[in-house]
């Protein structure tokens, strides 16, 4: 079979892959998106049915085209935003081939390019784009056996409340997926018990305006590294229900037990660390900040923006917070199912072209690669705090698509 050549392989077919797709189009850079499964992938089949985007639609899309059938200040749906991007894909008559599943990229023999094996076939690349994403491979701690008789599943595998057994539900990590999950089975009239580590806790709207827009305005979508002490901090943030600020506390105080950090399981009983109050107190303080800073950002800038006085309100700890378990029988409290929301790691055991640390996480500065001509987009941090995001990916794929244009024109000096 004779070997494919493109100048650029881009390998992902979700929101990366296509803003990728963009830029190199915009700059007449010819290019192939292949995607393993389908376009948009991971919004299809490793979501919840109930899925809303956690941001509104004037926000979490990409700047040549907005949203169809939904209103700017509200909340697409899964689907919608599968659609989005089909429909998106068409529109820039992306050249992405569906069905390819990428099982090793190395450098050619002289170095000058990459070749790629895949189902379709072999492929020969001047510069490569590995757009697949944050969501890798789902992380499951390793802390219940298989053999305890409780369902065990990750976040990414949950779809709705049927879905689990009659009984009680663990779920461990608190972010936006764990939260949301938690809100949706209390909802469903699941007993439920939520593990909260630490988190930052944003408000969803404070005087008028999304917290989106108070990110940004305060600068906090464009800060380029993590603090150390923060960088693994999950955000509990929602759009479910129209958009509402998640607070544990009226969580709890609608029947769900909070507990602290999962540590250990033995002999039927889960371990659980004696540090729930001190999470919400830092999940409080975060929450607290951005309304110090918006605040301050309105009297400085003379905004009239309405003043929300009762934003401030904490409500008091409920008993499972002043008296919180330590010790979780899973038989005697009829736990029969445990949902993982705890995150994923990357996997790119596919290439072999690339320079990465012990932690398999590629170097690369701005999401260029040490390796000439190979590429990274999508994954968290990559140039800044929104990289991983719909909105912010598009810039740093701009970027990238700069770098390949100057790279060209060096070649062919």
Same mark, same amino acid.
């Given at each position: ?42 919004? !299809?089949?490793? !979501? ?62 002289? !170095? ?19 757009? $697949? ?91 380029? $590294? ?181 790279? !060209? ?5």
């Amino acid at each position: 079979m004779a070997i494919e050549r493109v100048e650029t392989l881009i390998v992902g077919g979700g929101q990366a892959g296509l803003a990728m797709s963009a830029h190199l189009s915009a700059s007449a850079s010819q290019h192939l998106v292949v995607e393993r499964h389908r376009i948009a992938e991971r919004w !299809r089949s490793e !979501r919840w049915d109930s899925l809303v985007a956690n941001g509104p639609a004037w926000h979490d899309r990409f700047p040549e085209m907005e949203f169809w059938g939904v209103s700017h200040d509200d909340f697409a749906t899964k689907d919608q935003v599968v659609n989005y991007f089909e429909a998106y894909a068409a529109q820039i008559a992306a050249p992405v081939r569906c069905g390819v599943d990428v099982t090793e990229v190395v450098r050619t023999t002289d !170095r000058t390019g990459f070749r790629a094996q895949t189902s379709d076939g072999s492929i020969e690349a001047t510069n490569v784009v590995a757009a $697949t994403g944050p969501f890798q491979r789902p992380v499951i701690p390793q802390v219940v056996p298989d053999g305890a008789g409780i369902t065990q599943i990750h976040s990414n595998a949950y779809r709705n409340p049927d879905q689990l057994p009659e009984g009680a539900v663990l779920i461990v990590g608190a972010g936006s997926s764990g939260s949301q999950i938690a809100d949706e089975l209390l909802r469903s009239g699941k007993r439920v018990y939520l593990a909260i580590g630490p988190h930052d806790r944003p408000p969803r709207r404070y005087r008028g305006r999304d917290f989106v827009w108070w990110l940004g305005v305060l600068g906090k979508w464009g800060m380029e $590294t993590p603090d150390p002490a923060t960088e693994h901090v999950t955000i509990a943030v929602s759009g479910a229900y129209g958009g509402l600020t998640v607070d544990f506390r009226r969580l709890a105080a609608r029947g769900m037990t909070l507990l602290g950090r999962a540590e250990r399981f033995s002999s039927g009983v889960m371990s659980f660390s004696p540090d729930l109050a001190d999470n919400l107190a830092e999940g409080d303080a975060n929450y607290l900040s951005i309304l110090d800073e918006a605040d301050a950002y309105v009297v400085r800038e003379g905004l009239d923006l309405p003043e929300e006085p009762d934003a401030r309100e904490i409500d008091p700890d409920p008993p499972c917070v002043a008296n919180p378990i330590l010790e979780l029988n899973l038989t005697q409290s009829n736990v029969t199912s445990i949902v993982w929301a705890t995150g994923y790691a990357l996997d790119f055991s596919w290439l072999k072209a690339g320079a990465f640390d012990e932690r398999g996480k590629p170097h690369h500065r701005r999401g260029v690669s040490d390796v000439p001509g190979l590429y990274f987009l999508g994954l968290p941090w990559l140039s800044n705090r929104s990289s991983s995001f719909i909105w912010g990916v598009w810039h740093d794929a701009r970027y990238l698509a700069e770098h390949i244009a100057k790279r !060209r024109s060096c070649l062919a000096a």
